[in-house]
């Protein structure tokens, strides 16, 4: 089945640094990656829809500037915590769609990042 | 995307079936439900779906009124390691759609010996 991979599983940083986090689609090709914040004891929250070679759709109340959203192949996208801050703590997870490939309408979750800002 | 509805909380023990409701009354003609699980720390994991009627997997089985209203999700003789929190989602699903998946609460199931 469709599989994606996350990376890292968890992270720890500095406050004021920069995060990567990467979103891999391993035997599909993904057009459009989803990347959802949560927080402890709370639901998925849609932060972000990445579209291969162009810019990503924010929701409302993301910052842009500060979560950036590079979507340059179609395979791979990556979300970047700028200048990161205590409360950016939180469990990422990312969403690819595999199309017939996958179950559920062909969604696929990562394994999530758990972001510690200290 | 229509809204859904779930009991926050459930609790079972082990051996029995499991049978969570969801409300979603706004749900349109195109809207697939699709279920997912999610544990402490993990991305959720695909369930089952179903547009009307009856459907059933390996691990559940998701039952839908005529009306489409409302669904439920049936895990039979749940064990410890159903202790998690399941979503019921709405919305368009097919070959084309890339829409995306927006999650309600869910509804956290806790399974006792």
């Known amino acids: 089945g469709a599989v994606v991979s996350q990376h890292p599983s968890w992270v720890i940083c500095k406050s004021g640094t920069s995060v990567k986090i990467e979103c891999r689609s391993l035997d599909f090709q993904a057009t459009t990656m989803f990347w959802y914040r949560q927080f402890p004891k709370q639901s998925l929250m849609l932060m972000a829809t990445s579209n291969e070679g162009s810019k990503a759709t924010y929701e409302q109340g993301v910052e842009k500037d500060k979560f950036l959203i590079n979507h340059a192949s179609l395979t791979l996208s990556t979300l970047t915590v700028t200048s990161a801050h205590p409360e950016d703590s939180s469990f990422y997870i990312c969403?690819?769609?595999?199309?017939?490939?996958?179950?559920?309408?062909?969604?696929?979750f990562g394994s999530g990042t758990r972001l510690t800002v200290v | 995307l229509a809204k859904t509805t779930q009991p926050i909380s459930m609790d079972s023990y082990e051996g029995q079936e499991v049978n969570i409701t969801c409300s979603h009354n706004n749900i349109a003609t195109n809207d697939y439900i699709t279920w997912y699980q999610q544990f402490p720390s993990q991305g959720p994991r695909f369930i089952i779906q179903g547009y009307k009627t009856k459907v059933t997997n390996e691990v559940a089985s998701l039952f839908i009124p005529a009306d489409r209203k409302s669904s439920t999700l049936s895990l039979p003789r749940v064990s410890l390691s159903d202790t998690a929190v399941y979503y019921c989602?709405?919305?368009?699903?097919?070959?084309?759609?890339?829409?995306?998946?927006?999650f309600g609460q869910g509804t956290t199931l806790q399974v006792k010996p």
């Open positions: 989602l709405v919305g368009r699903v097919g070959s084309s759609n890339t829409g995306k998946l927006i």
């Open positions: 969403s690819a769609r595999a199309g017939g490939r996958g179950t559920g309408g062909g969604y696929t």
